[in-house]
């Protein structure tokens, strides 16, 4: 029998879990998902090791500023907002050898999670319609590891509940930031084992976890994903075949597949200014001919308006400051670096892998604004309009198409779908270059 179309359905929430679990299940899951919740006990807050100093435009409780080992600082305030969850704005990289932080972005934050369900019956939009913000997390100090956990207090919460520990930041190594063997001169070898700071929270959604994690890496670089654990959905086990895959034994009961996905969205302030500049660069690489090996050409397209913008090999996007330069002279620019994805055709706004808008204080999820007027255009591939870009808004689409296994149970380990921005130029030099090798900038001469 056919079914009516749900996207305004809002799916199990997580205090009403319980209840709907022991409906559908009986009492003995229920118990054992209620054993669970007090295994995961009342996380207690650490004291930060350092007290930070606040970060321009919050207050110190506010503020996240984390100097890692190798020299570079962080900085950033944290908002928490009643949709979107974790919203980090004013954040500055500072690398040893800097005089002052470099500011990257104005405001990044997750745009929208978009679920639809193969079989066409079930579409969710988990950040504007399903209380992800509202569900946040309560953290243990053992998933914070040498870290310290926030308490946010959540707006449109649970008023019994409304302050939670859920927001970690801490640090982590992450094997080799480089590694060289100087034969021809000092006959050493430099390497660094790089470190990281995250911050993250944990939000529930039906019977789905969400980590949304950031990433900001001694180099520059920012990591930005988001991990799906949890439950496969237990209402969703009515696929037929090509819809979805069986889970549990034989052939009795296929869990629905069905995709996540997931946007960001950057406001660059690259040097402290909104008025960025995007270019796109595209490589052509030639047939050899003759003698001659092939040939590769680089060129560049100032992306002036507004774009729907797809990868394709040898392309990639850079947002470049307007006003700072690096001790080199050369601009200072954030490249897009994108993570797997499997595009989602199925609505109009999911075609593109990445759209650049003109800043429009209204426009702050994907899809679903909760504050435009009735009038705005509904999703962010229409606001692509031909506008010039004086202030442009990058959102970057990360699709991810969930067909179970049976290792999704039980729990479900994490699956991460994201994307990177990478320095270009921010620095003259690899921000953590040792001393020794300074002098060593460009086309260098022989050190006798
Ligand atoms: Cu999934």
């Not at 053992?142 to 919460?157: A, L, N, Q, R, W």
């Not at 692509?384 to 970057?396: E, I, K, N, R, Y």
């Amino acid at each position: 029998m056919p079914e009516k179309h749900l996207s305004g359905v809002v799916r199990p929430r997580g205090r009403g879990r319980a209840a709907r679990k022991a409906a559908a299940v009986g009492v003995s899951l229920a118990a054992l998902a209620a054993g669970a919740t007090t295994l995961a006990g009342p996380a207690a807050a650490r004291p930060q090791t350092a007290p930070a100093a606040a970060a321009p435009g919050c207050s110190t409780a506010y503020t996240i500023e984390q100097k890692l080992t190798t020299g570079t600082t962080w900085r950033m305030c944290w908002r928490y907002d009643s949709k979107a969850g974790l919203v980090l704005e004013n954040i500055s990289y500072q690398p040893k050898g800097e005089a002052k932080p470099i500011k990257v972005l104005n405001s990044a934050r997750l745009g929208q999670i978009h679920v639809p369900y193969d079989d066409g019956k079930h579409e969710y939009y988990d950040l504007t319609g399903q209380d992800f913000a509202q569900e946040l997390m309560e953290l243990s100090p053992g998933e914070c590891p040498g870290g310290t956990i926030k308490t946010v207090k959540v707006p449109d919460g649970d008023p019994g509940h409304p302050n939670v520990k859920g927001l970690c930041t801490t640090t982590r190594s992450r094997g080799h930031a480089y590694r060289m063997h100087d034969l021809f001169q000092s006959g050493k070898t430099y390497q660094q084992q790089g470190k990281d700071l995250l911050v993250y929270t944990v939000n529930q959604v039906g019977w789905y976890e969400y980590i949304t994690e950031w990433r900001f890496q001694d180099d520059g670089t920012i990591n930005m994903n988001v991990g799906a654990t949890g439950s496969l959905s237990f209402d969703d086990y009515n696929a037929q075949d090509g819809r979805g895959w069986p889970i549990g034994k034989g052939a009795r009961d296929y869990s629905t597949s069905h995709s996540h996905n997931v946007f960001w969205r950057l406001d660059f302030g690259l040097d402290g200014s909104s008025k960025t500049k995007v270019e796109q660069y595209d490589s052509t690489v030639s047939a050899p001919a003759g003698r001659e090996g092939p040939t590769a050409r680089t060129t560049r397209t100032k992306v002036g308006k507004e774009l729907a913008g797809d990868y394709r090999t040898y392309r990639w996007w850079r947002v470049v400051s307007a006003t700072g330069k690096n001790k080199d002279g050369h601009a200072r620019s954030y490249e897009l670096v994108p993570g797997p994805t499997t595009k989602y055709p199925g609505r109009s706004f999911t075609r593109h892998d990445m759209y650049v808008t003109e800043y429009d204080k209204c426009e702050l999820f994907a899809s679903n604004n909760p504050t435009c007027a009735s009038g705005h255009p509904k999703s962010v591939d229409k606001w692509v309009g031909g506008q010039t870009l004086t202030h442009p808004v990058v959102w970057v689409n990360v699709g991810f198409h969930h067909i179970a296994r049976d290792e999704d149970q039980q729990p479900m380990p994490v699956h991460w779908q994201g994307f990177s921005i990478a320095p270009r130029d921010v620095t003259a030099m690899n921000p953590l270059t040792p001393k020794e090798l300074a002098w060593q900038n460009g086309h260098w001469e022989w050190r006798s």
